[in-house]
């Protein structure tokens, strides 16, 4: 991939400009790419490159110093992270320093600033929305209506499960539509008990084996990609070298080097988009050089901002003109505000007794999982939409010995007792957007890139606080059901975004007066910008939100680019 220098404007002007290289960033360039566009894609941070740059990918355990732990002193440099930091990742994370904000009230920014962004770090859970989701809003009244439904994007969810990769089962779950799925990872026998158990007592919720991107069957489309089949090596966040789970620097980027169009700016960190006044749209991107501190501008004829939601909300606020006095695309003053994310407080957890002659064998690199089933056909609760539930299980409580020295240890590890299993729940709500969860730029603070800073000012509702204790109460019912013992529910009170699941600010919809993004992703006001991160959620749905930011920007692609040949932008 070429990196590049400055050789007067022609030497800097692209047909296309993508600015950021995590999941979505990645479509973005793949598609612009393979439909002919030289496409430019800017990523603030370091190089990360394929198998080359995982430094910990094969590491054994007794290789990391203080078992993987990192001293007291880096973690402050890791902020709300750094306790739970471990070294096998710790590099694929932003320390504190690289970027500061303001939180008006606690906010837990996870950021992955490298080539491939955080799709190095991702759960790579991958479900589809469906029409409950994209309709909920109109039927509620929580939120505005999404100005696309299901049958828009479905065809994208297949176009793009299919280069990916994504391991299922086809269940007729109507709130989590079936898609192109490679064969399921296997429940284990816990699983498969609380399956039927849920079966059993209930009408309304069913236990499936998640979906994710692992690629569990070879095919050629993968070995063109050239990733292999997953090993259920379970290291998947320090960067797998056999491509097995979906990322960025493994799939889409090489494919859109293969094509001879892409160029790859890393260390560009972006200042604002370029809007000229008298062409009455965006020329270009301003970038300030991470390394040299040098202002750089670079020009296209479209531009895609994909710098993961809240940095995207941070360019168009800082992104001012005559015409765009608050940020650019502003003319419904809603960006920044409607803030959400997943609320994944509460937690439960218990053990049975049960199975105890049998042992897990491997690993999962997954967990099963309980679409939401709360207030999907009908309002049936105290609080506004519902939660997902991730459900795992383990066999780690196999025990032995370590006492002895010699012959006398040794006897005592292979003398095995099977212990309990331990199965273990989370949930992951859909959290109401608000006007007053925002974020805006500080007027007078800026970070070392002169940059404003950006002020985070979100928090829980007393719809977040119901959720959560019906989840405890929901699941704790069902683990008794279940027969699991010792049953532990608890809210962790973390702040908001501890899920890394941030999304709106530039939220889609059908009236430019309440929303930023028309059907198609573009700026209502410019529209030769678009915004297919989470920064253009209009709602957050309870799904995992990584397969529908893929399909909306390949879909955004598409329409971009027959747009340009018509002259539209």
């Known amino acids: 991939m070429a990196h590049l220098g400055i050789k007067g404007r022609k030497e800097v002007t692209y047909d296309a400009i993508v600015i950021g290289s995590g999941i979505s960033g990645g479509w973005a360039a793949k598609e612009l790419c393979e439909k002919g566009l030289k496409t430019l894609v800017l990523e603030r941070g370091r190089d990360v490159k394929h198998i080359q740059d995982y430094p910990t990918a094969n590491k054994h355990p007794w290789e990391f110093e203080f078992g993987g732990k990192i001293p007291y002193d880096k973690q402050q440099e890791y902020g709300h992270r750094g306790p739970r930091m471990h070294e096998s990742t710790a590099h694929f994370f932003v320390k504190e320093k690289e970027q500061e904000t303001i939180e008006e009230k606690p906010f837990r920014w996870t950021r992955g600033y490298q080539v491939g962004g955080k799709s190095l770090l991702w759960a790579r859970q991958t479900q589809r929305w469906s ?205 920044g505000k409607y803030i959400i994310w997943h609320n994944f407080r509460g937690r439960v957890s218990a053990r049975s007794e049960e199975f105890k002659d049998v042992m897990s064998k491997g690993k999962n690199p997954s967990h099963s999982y309980i679409p939401r089933f709360r207030n999907v056909h009908k309002q049936e609760t105290d609080f506004l939409r519902g939660y997902a539930v991730g459900f795992g299980s383990s066999s780690r409580s196999t025990q032995f010995s370590r006492e002895g020295v010699g012959a006398s240890l040794k006897a005592n590890l292979v003398d095995r007792k099977l212990g309990p299993w331990w199965v273990s729940s989370w949930m992951m709500g859909e959290v109401v957007p608000i006007e007053e969860n925002h974020v805006r730029i500080h007027p007078d603070k800026t970070d070392k890139y002169g940059i404003p800073q950006l002020v985070l000012s979100c928090d829980w509702t007393e719809n977040d606080d119901k959720m959560v204790k019906d989840y405890e109460e929901q699941l704790s019912e069902m683990f008794e059901k279940a027969g699991f013992q010792d049953i532990q529910a608890s809210d962790s009170h973390s702040p908001p975004g501890s899920d890394i699941h941030e999304m709106g600010g530039v939220r889609m919809g059908k009236d430019p007066g309440s929303s930023m993004l028309n059907e198609w992703n573009q700026l209502h006001a410019c529209k030769n910008v678009y915004v297919t991160d989470g920064a253009c959620m209009t709602s957050s749905g309870t799904q995992n939100p990584s397969l529908t930011y893929m399909a909306l920007t390949a879909r955004a692609v598409n329409h971009a680019v027959e747009t340009l040949k018509k002259g539209e932008i």
């Open 131 to 335: 029409e409950f989701d994209f309709e909920g809003p109109s039927r509620d009244g929580f939120a505005v209506d999404w100005p696309i439904r299901y049958k828009d994007i479905a065809p994208w969810y297949s176009h793009v499960e299919k280069f990916s990769g994504i391991s299922g089962n086809r269940d007729g779950v109507p709130q989590l539509p079936d898609g192109e799925f490679l064969p399921p990872i296997e429940l284990s026998c816990v699983e498969k008990h609380f399956q039927q158990v849920l079966k059993n007592n209930y009408s309304d919720r069913q236990l499936i084996q998640g979906r994710c991107a692992h690629i569990t069957e070879q095919k050629g489309i993968y070995e063109e990609q050239g990733r292999q089949k997953c090993l259920h090596r379970s290291l998947c966040n320090r960067g797998c070298p056999l491509g097995g789970y979906f990322s960025s620097n493994a799939s889409t980027l090489p494919w859109a080097e293969k094509t001879g169009n892409l160029s790859l700016r890393p260390h560009a960190v972006v200042h604002s988009i370029i809007f000229d006044e008298e062409k009455g749209k965006a020329t270009g991107v301003r970038v300030i050089d991470a390394q040299s501190s040098e202002t750089v501008e670079y020009y296209a004829n479209v531009i895609f901002l994909n710098a993961s939601a809240l940095n995207s909300n941070l360019i168009l606020l800082n992104s001012t003109s005559s015409r765009f006095p608050n940020g650019l695309g502003n003319d419904s003053g809603t960006l």
